[in-house]
């Protein structure tokens, strides 16, 4: 396995239109997050899940965002009628359940980059 | 609430010399995990290092090292010998450790990170 892998890396849509990106973890991971990256800030949390469950869902995640994990596999991430304010990379990352120690990274994918235009 | 400030936007830094990129945190928490990322153009977060809360050593990794100051809430990294593939976003961020009964062990909160430049 090579890592966690998004997709597609660049996305440019119009407002308006619906998107929907790709997250593959890596195998085994049975935790999957989604993070917002907008330009000069540092990742903010959107949504969690374990397995196929989703445990927490951020207030930046609005009603226009819906995140799926069917399977507990892979996970997609879909945005309705996007606003320009949409625009910012979209990160996903993947982890085993914790250790005692609450150590355990979380491996990211390179990220979406999407334009709303 | 948890909050990661990172107060360097940017940082240079020659070639083979050490640098401290700050970070400070605020938590009501105990127990709680400290990390480290780099972010470079590509766009990946790269784990670095992490530190725990109640860990007594500060934790190095190859040529990273954090400064943990539990008392003053800083947990600095310290990249010695740069290297030009150092030049990158870093981002600090924190992990609360439990889980359960208001803990959340699995939500990172970042700060806005610094940019580091290492000039030959």
């Known amino acids: 396995d090579t890592g966690v892998s998004q997709d597609p890396r660049h996305k440019i849509t119009k407002r308006g239109q619906n998107v929907t990106f790709r997250c593959d973890p890596i195998s085994e991971h049975n935790r999957l997050y989604w993070y917002r990256q907008t330009l000069g800030q540092g990742p903010e949390f959107l949504t969690y899940f374990q397995n196929e469950a989703q445990l927490e869902k951020s207030r930046l995640l609005s009603d226009r965002f819906s995140a799926e994990r069917p399977k507990g596999s892979f996970s997609t991430l879909e945005i309705q009628r996007t606003e320009q304010g949409d625009s910012a990379m979209y990160l996903c990352?993947?982890?085993?359940?914790?250790?005692?120690?609450?150590?355990?990274?979380?491996?990211f994918g390179q990220g979406t980059r999407l334009t709303v235009v | 609430a948890q909050k990661i400030t990172q107060t360097q936007p940017g940082m240079f830094v020659q070639e083979k010399e050490a640098v401290t990129l700050d970070c400070t945190y605020d938590?009501?928490?105990?127990?709680?995990?400290l990390f480290w990322y780099k972010q470079p153009s590509s766009g990946e977060m790269i784990f670095l290092i992490y530190?725990?809360?109640?860990?007594?050593q500060n934790a190095t990794e190859g040529r990273y090292s954090l400064n943990f100051q539990k008392a003053r809430k800083s947990a600095n990294l310290v990249i010695s010998a740069s290297q030009l593939g150092d030049s990158a976003m870093y981002f600090c961020?924190?992990?609360?450790?439990?889980?359960?009964?208001?803990?959340?062990?699995?939500?990172?909160?970042f700060g806005k990170g610094t940019l580091l430049t290492v000039n030959p």
């Open positions: 938590t009501s928490d105990q127990s709680y995990g």
């Open positions: 961020a924190m992990r609360d450790a439990r889980d359960g009964s208001g803990g959340s062990n699995y939500k990172l909160t």
């Open positions: 990352a993947s982890s085993p359940n914790q250790g005692a120690g609450g150590n355990t990274e979380a491996f």
């Open positions: 530190q725990g809360s109640y860990d007594e």
